[in-house]
Each structure stands twice: as C-alpha cells, then as structure tokens.
C-alpha cells in the first residue's frame, strides 16, 4: 500500500533488541564487580553501629543520620521517578518513554553515581573502600537528576540507548564539576541549583543543539497533548512542587539548618506560582491559561532556591526569588524557546532552558549575592561559620570572597554543561544508536509494545460500528472512489 | 453559523486577561511587602539556633521540632495539593480548572495564612515580628484547606478571580474563628473538624447558595465523569485517605499525642469505607458501586476524627465514629444533595455537605462529648492536663466544661461559614469577576487553553479516516443536505 | 434485539445488593465488639507515657517509637493503597475494580489482622488486652498485602463479596503462619518475602487454579490494555518501587537495621530494572519493551531481599539478587504464566506467579544462605546477636542452624499458601458468590455504575457529528441497507 510506504520512508532502523540488552547487561555486570571491590556500609548502617554509638557517647539510635534525612530521601525519590517521570508523560503518545526511560535512566545512573560521588568524596585511603547511608542514596538520586533533566531536552528524539549514553557521560560529569565546585571551590549548594540544575539544563541543551533535527515537523502529528496526558503530567508537576522543600533541604545541616531551607523553598514556590498564572494569562487571548506554563513555570521558585535556600535570605527574599523567577520562566516557555528553535537550531522538547538552565543559573548567582551579604549580626558568629562551614583550611574565608567562589562555581556548572554536551552530543550522532527517523519522534510505538487502543464498546455501540461500517463499503462501491 | 451562535448566546464575557494577573501581581507584591515587615525564622530555624539549643540544654539536633512534624507536614502538603486537588479531576471537562484551580488557591491562600495565623497566634509584641517554623506552614496548609473545601461547592462555577476572592476572605475568616475557637474558648481541635471542615464546608455551602444559577441545566452535557476522569480523582481520594493520620497528628502534643491521634484516625478511616461500601451497594440495582460515594464517603471518618482523634477516644470508639459517618455521608449523597438542588436551591458540585459540612459538625460535637466523658481515672492526672491543656488561666477548667466550650466552639465555626458565606457570596456576585454563562460551567475551554483532542491514529487508521472524509464530501453534494 | 441477547447468554446473577452490604455491616458490627473487648492503646500513645517516660529514663519524646516508625509506616500504607492499587487499574475496563476492590479489602482486612495478629503476639494475659502502635499498624497493612497479592491473581474474576472471603481466610490463615514462622521457628523475616509474597502468591495461585474457567477467552475484548490504563498502573509501580525500601526496613530494628535494609532494598530494585529492561527487549521484535514486564519485574528486587536485606549482605550483594530475579521474574511473564494457563489450568490475571510466589521463595532461601554465611567476624559478637535476636532460648542458636529454620520458614509458607487456597478456593465456588460470568470477566460494568464514556465534543464538531448522522440516515433509507 503505497501510502503507508511512503509514510515510512523516514524511518530509520530503530531496532534495540541487541544494543539495549546488551548495555543493560554490561553494565549492570560492571556494577556487581566494581560495588564488590569498593563499596561498604558506613558506620551507621552496618551491625557495627551498637559499638560505634558507645564509643562515640550517642546515647539513642534516633541520632542515627538514617532518622533525619530518611524522609527527605524518600520524598526526593519520589520526585526523581514520579516527579521528573510524570513530567514527561505530557506528550499525547510518548508518555511510556517519557516515564519509562526515565525510570531506566535514573536506576542506571544511580549505581554509577553511588561510585563516582564515592571515589572522589568519601573513599577511606587506607581501606580503599567507599562507605555508603542514606545521605550517599540523596546523592545519587540528585546525580541523576542532572541526566534526566537533560533528557527533558532530549525527550521523543533519541533511543533508550542513547538515553544510557546521556546517562553515564552525565553521571560522570557531575561527579567531577561537583567535586570542583563544592571541594576545591568549597561552594555550599545544598539544592544544587548550580551542580544540579544549571549543570543539568545546559548539558541536555547543548546535546540537543548538537543533535539537531531539521525535518522534525514530519512529526508534528506527536508533538502535542491530549486532554488526559497534560493531567498526568500534572501529577509530576505537584510532586516536584510539594516535595521540592524536602530536595533542597535534604543534605543540608542537621537542626536549623533543614528546617530553614524548608521554609524558603516552600515559600519561593508558593510565589511562583502566583506570577507563572499572571504571565501566563496575560499571554493568552481571553486570559486562557496554558498548561505548559502551570506544569513548568511554578517549579522555577524551587530550582531558583536550591543554593540560597540555606541562607538567611529572609521569607521576603525567598518570595521575592519566586516572583522573578516565576516570570522570568513563563517569558522563557512564551518567548526564548521558540526563539531557540528557530535561530539556534535548538529543539529543547521539555523547555529545559527555561525551568533548569536558566533558574539555576540565577539560583547560582542568588547564592552568590546572598552569601556575600552574610553578616555575624545576622548568622550569629557561630552560625556564619555552621551554614558556610568556614573549617578547616577555609576557616578565614570572608562572606564576601565565599560570594565570589560562588559566582565561580556557577560558571564552572554552565561550562561543563555546555562542553560535556557538545561532546557526548557528538557520540550520539554516530549511526549506530538506533534512534527515531524525522517522522517517527514522539511516538511510543518505536520503542514500545502498545496495546490496541481501542476502548471497549458495549454491544448496542458496537452493533452500531457494524453498521456504519457496512454501509461505508455500499456507499464506496455504488460511488467508485478513487482510493490512490 | 447560526448552530454555533445559538450555543454561544448564554455565554458571559469570561475574560480575565487584566483581571486575573492584576490581582496575581498585586497580591503577591503585597505579601512580599508584608512579609518584609513582619515575618522571620523561629529559634530553631534561624542560625542562632545552635545558641539557642544550648542555653535550654537541648542534647541533639534530633529535638528540633523539624523532626518531629516535617513528615506530617509533607503528608498535609500531599493532601492539599494533590489530594484536594485530584478529587476535583472527577468532571469529565474541568480535570485542569480542578487540579490547577487548588493549585493556584493555596498557593495564594498559605502566604496570607502565614500573615493572618501570624498576627493572632505569634506576633511578638516587643520585636512586632511574626517568627514562623515548620508548625507554621502546616498550620497554613491547614487554613487554604478551609478554602479548598469550600471551593469544592463551587466547583465549575465561577471564575479563576473568583476562586481567589473566596481563598481572601475564606483565609481572613478562618483565622478569626480560629483564634475564637482555639485561644478564647480555649478548644482543642488538632485535625480542625470544627475549624477546618465545619467551616470550610458551610462558607462554600452559602456562597454557593448566594450564586445558585437556575439555569445550570444548559451545562448538562459537562456535568459527569468519563471513565478516566474518575480514576485521576481516585488518586485523590486514596491519597487523602492514607495521609489523614498526618493531617488530624501534625500539630497534636509530642510524643503520645500524635501517635494516639495517627492510630485513632486510620480505624475511623477504615471503619467508613466498609459502610459506605454497604449503603452504595444498597442503593442501586444489582449492588452497583458508585464512584461518587467510594469517592467521598469513604473519607468522612477522618474528618469526623478531626477532634476527638487526639483524646481518649478508644480504638473502638474510633471504629464506631468511622461507622456511622460513612452511612450518614452516603446518606447525604444519595438524597440530601438533590434535595438541597431541588428545594434549597444549593448547587453543590463536589457533595461538600456530605463530606465536610456534617461530618465536620458531627466531628465537634464527638469532640465535646469525648472530653466531657474525660476522667482522670482513664487519662492519669498528668495525662488530662497534657491533653486538654489544662494549663494558666484555663488550669481549674473541668471536662465538663471543656465539652461544653468544645460544642459551643463547634456553634462558631458554623455560624463563622454560614454568615462568611452569604457576605462573601454577594460580593462575588458583582458582575465584575468573568464568571462563566450557566451554559459553558464544568468546561475547561473557557479559562484554559485545551490541546486538540484527537488521538493519533497509526497510518491506515489515518488513510481510512481521510477516505470516510471524502466519501462523505461525495455523498453530501450528491444528496445536497440542508446544513441550516 | 437479538444481537445484545446472545451477548448476554453467559452472564450469570451478578447481583450483590444483599450479600456485599450484609457483609460489610455484620463484619464492621464485629470488629467493633472485639475492638471493644480486646483493644487498646499500648504505653506510647497512651496519656500515660509522660509517667512511662520518667519511669523509664526516656530522655525526650523523640524516643517514642512513633518517630522511627510512622514515616515508613506512611510509605507503607501509600504501597498498599496506591502501590497495589494502581498496578491493577492496567486493564482497560477493570480499573475500578482493581483500585477499588483494592481498597475494600485492605480497609476489611486491616482491622481484623490487628486482632489476629494481636493475639499471636501481644495478647497481655493479665489483662487480656492487646495493646497496639504504630508497628501494629504496619503489621496490620502487611497483613493485607498478602491478600491483595492473591487478589492479583484473581483480578477481574471474582466479585467483591468473593474478595472478602479471599482476605478474611487470608488474613487468618497470615497470622498463624507469621506466628509459626516467626516465633516458633524464630525466623527472621522483617520485608516479608516469606510471609507475605511467598504466601500471599502461592494462596492467590491455589484459590484461581480451584476456580479455572475453561471459557474465559469469552472476556477476551476485555482482556487487555489500552494506552492510559497502562499509564496508571505505572503510578503503581513507581510507588511500590520507590517506597519498598521503607516496606522492608519498617519494623527492623532501630538504628542500623532499619538503615542498612533500607540501603540494600534500594540496590537491588535499581538491579532489577536493568535486567527486567533487557530480557524484556530482547524477548520483542525490534526491540521494543513491553509495559507488563516494566511494570512487574522490575520490583522482583525488593520482593526478594525481603528477608535478607537487614542482613549484611552487602551492597554488591544486594546487586546481584536484584540482577537475578529481575531475569527470573521477567521469563516468568514471558513463559512461565502462559504455560501455567495452557498445562496447568491456572490462570494468574496479574502474573503473581512472577512477582510474588517465585521471587518471594527465592528471597526467603535468599535469606537463609545469608543467614547461615553469617559470621562474627563481619558482624561483631553484638551485632550478630541484635541482628538474628540470638535471645533467650535462642541464645545458644548458630548461624547454620538459623539458616535452616530460614529455609523450612519457607516451605511452610508455601505449605500454607497452597493449602489454604484450595480450601478457600473450594468455598469460593458455591455458587452463592454472584461472580461474573465467563463472558462477563475483567468489566467494571457488573459491579460499578459507569458514567457514560462520550467525551464531550465542542459545538462545531458536534455539529459535525450531527451532519455525519442525518446524512447516514438519508444514505441508509436509499441503499434500503439490510439490519438484521
């Protein structure tokens, strides 16, 4: 049938069926062998524990590490499979890769993760191993969360295993600018809106500028949302929304430390939202809101939050951050996207530039201004030096010089993005990733069995189709349409 | 097209292109402001915390009151959010007026919380400062709940503006019946069945009153659920349901009072859905479940538990209140809300008397009973003092008379909703807010801008489609139907 | 019409107008009687923990279980209600009832296994109370979690009053194994795979090869997906995921124990994914995934190191466990589960076979090899003891003696699962059950009232869709089109 030939004709060879297995399997082998040779629990989850609480005068187990961050990881772990995952089911027929991929992405990043954050932050030199709890599992799920935000970038235009290659190039990255930035910088980032997001949202950006597909209206019949697949991506958005207090606060100081991250970021949030629904009405004939904005936009207060959320920046700072940063993102979804589509050649599926990139870097820069301003008066001479940990070989470092190390690591964050990305971007423009064809983007049935979708009929109804249809073939014949 | 024109004649102007952003813009501008006067961290959020910690002999971080709420929190916050929020999606067309309305709702309504609960709970007289913590965002989540509920009433019917204007004053009125109820009558009411439900429910019940719209039969065809619609509700619903342990325990005493509370409202809980399995069964032909009921009434034991839950109710007495709300709820939904359409001429679209109104009321008057019947025989001398709060000028009050004050506490919230209500209802009847016209409520189209809603169809799907397209056009001009 | 009577010829009386609420009154009355004769508060959420604590020298109310339990206990409930809920709304007229259903058995189980397993384990025989918290309350939705796993395998067959049945036997048969298993053989078990996905599944198997029905193809256009019925079940499955680290660590021990399995749990499900991904792309043409194993294999990690995770297994440990069985339960849905059907007239809705039974024997042996490995050398003389609670009259057990009463634990949950399905299944056939009819299986129609399934269509296209019917009307009388 000639037309169905012709609509085929763009399609590439997108078979996975030895690729995909094989990564999966390579790797997940790798795991095994490498967690074998370095990976131990730390004192607080192994049997150990009883004596290590002696020695060390702790006088109950709820002073175990486990006990306050525990739910914090398990609200993070939510956003990154059910937050960042649902986020992504916004498309009418790609919300199985969208939350599927993303769910690979994320279990096979976090293996990684747990090794690369170890060998450069906590391996014991005299045993060679690295110890693990619960603070490393926040790690690794926020080492993650750089990749799956670049897949946001990349969403319907690559193949599950180019996802991996994202993946593991980005899980690898991180480890290293995280180690500059908060190490040899000795930046504080408890959020990561510099090591995570802009890091993130610049690295998915600059693959996909590179991967760069000119024929990608062959699959404008995908590229949009149906009714119900926009209330799914909902589901992501409230979860990254109500547990983005939890994200930013999970690693940051035991006691007043967490408990004040909390409030900023719950507060930024709140005022996003309010200026994300004034933009977005304003933009649209009859003051129509968008979804696009809602489902992305009122996230921009939590990523903008995630350096200075820790620091006193005052509830009227943290709402003042999601009010700029609520309109700024709406801007970006109605202005600089499609801008970036159309004169950079960059096709950023998610809008990640505008939720990530861009908030985080402000966020970077936010952390910066607030950190220079620091002052005893206000943090107490004790507290300046709990909240910027001012130890060690850093004991001397003024707020206003740490303000200047944190601008530095922001940039350190946009130059690793956008140098990794062009980089692994050039890898997964070899020809042998089996990814989509120009026409084929955005749609699950390359990857994915589907099921008929067909709702059921009860009989009357499909008693009725019959007919129709009977009468379809009468009319046809007795009128000879031409079918070429 | 004259077809099309008549469908539009009932249509108002809707637009809220100046109107929604310019109060978005304005009030956040205000909070931000406000916010800059008053507000600022507690003790143990704010980097003096340290100090703080050991000037009162605190021995941990652990004591912070971070850990001991900040699960809870994040349960309420999953509540309101998603949980209020899904149970709205069940409207085959107005799953984003739903959702994205509560969203937009609390997230307006918690920063006023903070200020309002501020101004009457915390505000320190000598600094004129309000100090916020953990307790204080759940005790804002707690107010928009107020807000959300009644919203529930007036689901579909009025506009975004309107929605707002109804969270000003919904949260305005809840921290004045608050500070009456909880400070001045000195009530206990931990998880609000009197100031959160009772009062939530009545204010939405009389300004829907206020607004009844004789001729909402014109939006017929929207007023009913599709198969999905109803499941995304069921997200709501479950998530409800499991978190309400959270939500009556966030803000009860330390230690045994949150664990009482948590174990009295998960029995009441599951007591309810068992009767109201059997009333919904009962009521149609062949036993038929209705999702309406399993929706609702299987929720109405966590709001009836609201107050008593935190007493010493008894596991069994918990059972029993569970029980008896689950059959009067779905009592209210098979023939107390079209009783109240038909003769009271109340439209209440998500059944918010059945589910909050009378369980709330109920919830009061089980409060007052539970603490007239308090001996210290069953609670220990300590143990009624800690619960009751038998404490300053309150310390020779007897449960007797604490249950009388409890009932009379219950008389204020309903009179607070009722009188609130109407003033609240007239207001919003200037023609002023781009309500929408009785024949365009329940639809998204109005205030939202909605995806195209076809599924994509595989190719031959496609090729048939445009086949039946033409066939028809044939068929049209050969039989020249008349189009008027 | 003749067409609509012959469809109709296989359904038997599915009317549960009198059985479902005449079961749901008679047992909610009962549960209150024996809640009143035999429950109560224990000595942490009672009033007089204030005097518990100062007796006992518990230094603060942190130290209330409460703290260490309710946020798992939290995530627990969210597996039970949300989790097994929605991994059964996948088919594409059966969400109801997989969610619902769900939700009716839970709520009816929970509380007759705080009596059963009450009187196991902390009937006071002094005072003849049971006394309950928070650990009963996860105990309790373990308890159900082994009905709800049968209820996987009898999905879509069954009637409400038969789930019922399923979970009281189930629940009673759970409390007498747990106690064998636990206290009488000592073994340890804190995720359950032996008593929970081991029994849970072999009951589920035994009760639907007792009911084969040798015509269900008559089901079959209901029997299977569709696109957004698979996307709900993913919000299942991401929550089962996500939170089994909290079902396998809830009521280990403080400290260490909970930490540790929760580290392990976490690993393993990242394992399972990738393995589950690559058998289920290479099992497909092209490549492609299938949702049943996406959704299904990829918790087999968490169900096997259900019993091993509190141990030291280690982090590599817990890889290769999660490795294995996520290829086990994946060839168990691509094999396994079509030959049962085919030689052994079993048929497994949900594929419990692959997800519960299998992986769940195989932790529990799991358990009892690492069990048996243990030395004092990796655990410390303490820390052995904690960990296998080498106490009392067990004091003097071995390691190598644990291991074998590990793995006879096992086989009496299978011995119990089997049995006591065929017996259950025995009495679910009276036919006194109104179950579906063959034809009749896997549709939410027989035991839901459905809303009308027309999406509401705007003016134009309705305007369309009435031009595309009076002109069929017109073409029908001319072609004089045959009805019959």
Known sequence: NKNIQ????????????????AVCFVWQIAMVVLFGVFIRYDEESDTHWVEFRRENNITSDIENDFYFRYPSFQDVHVMIFVGFGFLMTFLKRYSYGGVGFNFLIAAFGLQWALLMQGWFHSLNPETGKITIGVESLINADFCCAGSLIAFGALLGKVSPVQTLVVALFGVTLFAVEEYIILDLLHCRDAGGSMVIHCFGGYYGLAISWVLYRPNLHLSKRFHGAVYHSDLFAMIGTLYLWMYWPSFNSAITDHGDGQHRTA????LALAS??????AISSMSKKGGKLD??????????????MGTAAEFMIQPYGAL???????????????????FLEKYLKLQDTCGVHNLHAVPGMLGGFIGAITAAAATEAVYGAEGLRNTFDFEGEFENRTPGTQGGFQAAGTCVSIAFGLVGGVCVGFILRFPIWADPGDDNCFDDEVYWELPEDEEIVPPVLEYN????????????????????
């Open 263 to 266: 409030i900023n970021t719950y």
């Open 291 to 304: 979804m696009v904005h809602i489902q992305n936009a009122t996230l921009a207060g939590g990523v903008a």
């Open 465 to 484: 189709n019959h007919m129709i249809h009977k009468h379809q073939e009468i009319s046809e014949s007795n009128f000879s349409v031409d079918q070429s």
């Open 6 to 21: 012709n609509d085929r004709k763009y399609i590439k060879n997108t078979n996975v069926r030895v690729g995909l297995p």
């Open 320 to 338: 003042i951050v999601g009010f700029c940063v609520g309109i700024i993102s709406t801007f970006g979804y109605l202005f600089v996207t499609p």
């Open 272 to 277: 996003s939202v309010l200026t994300t629904v």
